[in-house]
């Protein structure tokens, strides 16, 4: 069932950290879908649509590193929020390269903290859909406009060739060829009801 709650991937091989971290999200009004492993991390995040992961590096298998990589090239969009008791320089720059939005130290001794770090990373998902949607509108909005233009072209030449005859029989030929060009069509007809207005007959063929 679909949900206006953001939906937040928790990564740890510990579980008393996935309940202590998960019970806070939960508590600030999240999702959380809780995993022990890099390898069932990746599984859920490719069958499941999230709008946040927060994961530690030190995985038993594949590291956290690696995870971060492989999630940022499939979901580019969605940010990972790295949490983890390694606080050396050398990591925490390689995980910000591979594109972790922020780097956070365990142990995380005031709630805050995380929920401000959280919050500030939805909130940057929230506007990054808002610009998407308006992208789109407006794409949709110009499609229509250069459909309405060309249309207007179309029918602004019709008039003008309608206006050099009064033969109706090459005005209506004119009428026929211009719908197949719009239409892109490769053929056209003009079927006409016969005086009974019982059957048809073919007036214009052109193509």
């Given at each position: 069932?679909?949900?206006?709650?953001p939906?937040?991937?928790?990564?740890d091989?510990?579980?008393?950290?996935?309940?202590?971290?998960?019970?806070?999200?939960?508590?600030?009004?999240?999702?959380?879908?809780?995993?022990?492993?890099?390898?069932?991390a990746l599984?859920?995040?490719h069958?499941?649509?999230?709008?946040?992961?927060?994961?530690?590096?030190?995985?038993?298998?594949?590291?956290?590193?690696?995870?971060?990589?492989?999630?940022?090239?499939?979901?580019?969009?969605?940010?990972?929020?790295?949490?983890?008791?390694?606080?050396?320089?050398?990591?925490?720059?390689?995980?910000?390269?591979?594109?972790?939005?922020?780097?956070?130290?365990?142990?995380?001794?005031?709630?805050?903290?995380?929920?401000?770090?959280?919050?500030?990373?939805?909130?940057?998902?929230?506007?990054?859909?808002?610009n998407?949607?308006?992208?789109?509108?407006?794409?949709?909005?110009n499609?229509?406009?250069?459909?309405?233009?060309?249309m207007?072209?179309?029918t602004?030449r019709?008039?003008?060739?309608?206006?050099?005859t009064?033969?109706?029989?090459?005005?209506?030929?004119?009428?026929?060829?211009?719908?197949?060009?719009?239409?892109?069509?490769?053929?056209?007809?003009?079927?006409?009801?016969?005086k009974?207005?019982?059957?048809?007959?073919?007036?214009?063929?052109?193509?």
């Open positions: 069932m679909k949900t206006d709650k939906q937040i991937l928790l990564v091989d510990s579980p008393m950290i996935l309940k202590v971290l998960g019970d806070q999200l939960v508590k600030n009004g999240y999702l959380v879908t809780l995993c022990e492993s890099a390898e069932d599984e859920i995040f069958k499941k649509e999230f709008d946040l992961v927060l994961a530690d590096i030190i995985l038993p298998g594949m590291s956290g590193l690696n995870m971060l990589k492989l999630m940022k090239d499939s979901k580019p969009y969605i940010d990972v929020i790295v949490i983890s008791s390694t606080s050396s320089s050398y990591t925490t720059i390689r995980a910000l390269r591979l594109g972790a939005y922020d780097y956070l130290v365990k142990p995380i001794d005031d709630e805050n903290i995380l929920s401000n770090v959280v919050k500030r990373a939805l909130d940057k998902r929230g506007l990054e859909q808002q998407e949607c308006l992208v789109a509108d407006l794409s949709e909005k499609r229509q406009l250069q459909e309405a233009l060309d207007m072209k179309t602004n019709l008039c003008s060739l309608l206006s050099s009064t033969e109706v029989g090459s005005i209506l030929r004119i009428l026929v060829e211009k719908a197949v060009e719009q239409l892109d069509a490769k053929q056209g007809y003009l079927l006409l009801l016969d009974s207005g019982s059957h048809f007959f073919m007036k214009i063929s052109v193509g």
